[in-house]
């Protein structure tokens, strides 16, 4: 297999490196198919299908109105978004205006009563003195350097 010289799967280095892990390449041929008729094909095959949908929905279709019953069917997207509002949406929704004061919110709103609780017991803690702070970090410092001492 012929690696191009300006990468790094070129380099001796990264050979070496790799050789260990990895095993050796080898490229198989069967048939004639090669890397360029490969590339070549795929170039084909996507210029052909650019082709095909500019003829089929570029600007110079005319776009007139769906006449049938399947094709405005199709058009609105098979009413897919009015049976889902009316099998899964409205009904949610009655179900919450009916259940505003449910049982499973007191838990929940027990836990921000007591983070209210704590906010203001902090709150009363921050005094706005600077070497407070700090004096409160540094005993902490020294209490967790303590343990660690002492736990040994």
């Given at each position: 297999?012929?690696?191009p010289?300006?990468?790094?799967a070129?380099s001796?280095?990264?050979q070496t490196f790799?050789?260990?892990p990895?095993?050796p390449?080898?490229?198989?041929?069967?048939?004639?198919i090669?890397?360029?008729?490969?590339?070549?094909?795929?170039?084909?095959?996507?210029?052909?299908?650019l082709?095909?949908?500019?003829?089929?929905?570029?600007?110079?279709?005319s776009?007139?109105?769906?006449?049938?019953?399947l094709?405005?069917?199709?058009l609105?997207?098979?009413d897919?978004?009015?049976?889902?509002?009316?099998l899964?949406v409205?009904?949610?929704?009655?179900?919450?205006?009916?259940?505003?004061?449910?049982?499973?919110?007191v838990?929940?709103?027990g836990?921000?009563?007591?983070t209210?609780?704590?906010?203001?017991t902090l709150?009363?803690?921050?005094t706005g003195h600077?070497?407070w702070y700090a004096?409160?970090?540094?005993?902490?410092?020294?209490?967790i350097l303590?343990?660690?001492?002492f736990?040994?």
């Amino acid at each position: 297999m012929l690696i191009p010289r300006h990468t790094l799967a070129a380099s001796p280095h990264f050979q070496t490196f790799s050789a260990a892990p990895l095993p050796p390449l080898e490229e198989v041929h069967i048939g004639p198919i090669t890397e360029t008729i490969t590339a070549l094909c795929a170039s084909a095959a996507f210029g052909l299908g650019l082709a095909l949908a500019y003829l089929l929905y570029g600007p110079q279709r005319s776009r007139v109105p769906a006449q049938g019953f399947l094709p405005k069917l199709w058009l609105a997207g098979w009413d897919f978004d009015w049976a889902y509002d009316r099998l899964f949406v409205r009904p949610f929704q009655w179900l919450v205006r009916k259940s505003k004061s449910d049982v499973v919110d007191v838990p929940i709103r027990g836990l921000g009563q007591v983070t209210v609780l704590g906010y203001r017991t902090l709150r009363r803690a921050q005094t706005g003195h600077v070497r407070w702070y700090a004096m409160g970090i540094a005993m902490g410092t020294v209490a967790i350097l303590a343990i660690a001492f002492f736990a040994r």
